[in-house]
């Protein structure tokens, strides 16, 4: 009979481990996705949960989440000590708790404008259906809310316009990336013009762009604003140059044996490129789309204060222009709200090439 329970509880502990061993496994399979997004974190945390040893995985929350934390808490102690010593035309530099008041502001501000917006709209609807009542059709009219952009409508503004810039200077680069790597000949001949027009700055494109897009730009339909436009193909020629180098340099690196391989499998040069260079290659072609993105966001602000063009490059501009009390402030949060989204970009693009590669790297 003792031996029968002791089997019996042999048994279920081989299950207890067997269980805490495949949590284990997934765990580890999730950590670099998590990582991916920012969340790193999370792992020791499930691995504690999971009844691992918790000191180790102490040291590892310290590493991950306490590290940057107590570097965000000494940041915010010097901003806050130093800032008031510094003075300005506008008055002293202001601290963490004047930028947290001003962008509780705009959000107010923000919630306000959107209350305007649907009350415009349900007056017009309501005009509108007492004129269909009674019969005059032909008064009824829509129109949009022309109300003045929010600091979050400015948000969405410069987003859209970087996605634009990025997807154009992606879908030009990578294509000639592929050639100047597979190519000596292309790569010698574009060589020179790549190294000629990646140092120029947006502030010498932007004139350019300005005055062919205003001589060209048609808007049938009404696709976009042609500030839109301006700013996104500046954007464009200034971000496209990192992934089309580091495409180049991703195919001219794939394994000759590989390459070899195709020969000998007579695959056509679509094949070639889609089943062997692309995948071989992706982990720098995502590394230069990183990149570009950071620069591209990097240039489409100063695109917007230049050429006043909506976003919150305008709005920087408008808030130094408008030197109130409070527009220090005001700018403090738009460089804030620059930096994070710049890193939220950062994170999605790397959450995407670890999708894609499998062996992304920081």
């Not at 050429?307 to 700018?331: C, H, M, R, T, Y």
């Amino acid at each position: 009979m003792a031996i029968a329970t002791d089997l019996v509880d042999d048994d279920v502990a081989r299950r207890r481990d067997d269980r805490r061993q495949s949590l284990f496994r997934r765990i580890n399979r999730s950590a670099p996705y998590l990582g991916a997004f920012g969340l790193g974190f999370l792992v020791p945390l499930l691995r504690m949960a999971a009844g691992d040893t918790i000191r180790p995985q102490l040291r590892e929350l310290w590493q991950s989440l306490g590290v940057p934390l107590a570097g965000i808490a000494v940041f915010i102690v010097l901003w806050a000590s130093l800032a008031p010593q510094v003075q300005t035309s506008l008055g002293a530099i202001p601290g963490p708790g004047d930028v947290v008041e001003q962008a509780v502001l705009l959000y107010e501000d923000h919630l306000a404008e959107r209350g305007r917006e649907a009350e415009f709209n349900a007056d017009q609807e309501d005009r509108n259906a007492q004129l269909i009542a009674e019969g005059q059709q032909d008064r009824v009219r829509w129109r949009a809310y022309t109300g003045r952009p929010t600091y979050f409508d400015q948000i969405a503004t410069s987003l859209k316009t970087v996605a634009l810039g990025f997807v154009l200077a992606t879908l030009l680069a990578v294509p000639l990336g592929i050639a100047c790597g597979l190519s000596r000949t292309v790569s010698g001949a574009l060589n020179p013009v790549i190294q000629m027009f990646k140092p120029v700055s947006p502030l010498a494109w932007l004139p350019i762009v300005t005055m062919v897009v205003s001589a060209l730009y048609v808007e049938v339909w009404d696709p976009m604003p042609r500030s839109l436009v301006t700013s996104a193909i500046t954007v464009t020629l200034c971000s496209l140059w990192p992934t089309l180098i580091n495409t180049a340099l991703g195919v001219s690196s794939v394994d000759r044996d590989l390459m070899n391989v195709g020969r000998v499998l007579r695959l056509s040069t679509r094949k070639t490129v889609t089943k062997l260079i692309l995948p071989s290659a992706m982990p720098l072609i995502f590394t230069g789309m990183r990149l570009s993105l950071g620069v591209g966001w990097m240039v489409l602000i100063a695109a917007e204060m230049l050429a006043q063009n909506p976003g919150l490059g305008k709005f920087v501009w408008d808030e130094f222009q408008n030197g109130s009390s409070s527009s220090l402030s005001k700018i403090l949060v738009a460089v804030l709200t620059i930096g994070l989204i710049g890193f939220l970009l950062d994170r999605i693009m790397y959450a995407l090439q670890s999708a894609f590669t499998h062996s992304a790297t920081r």
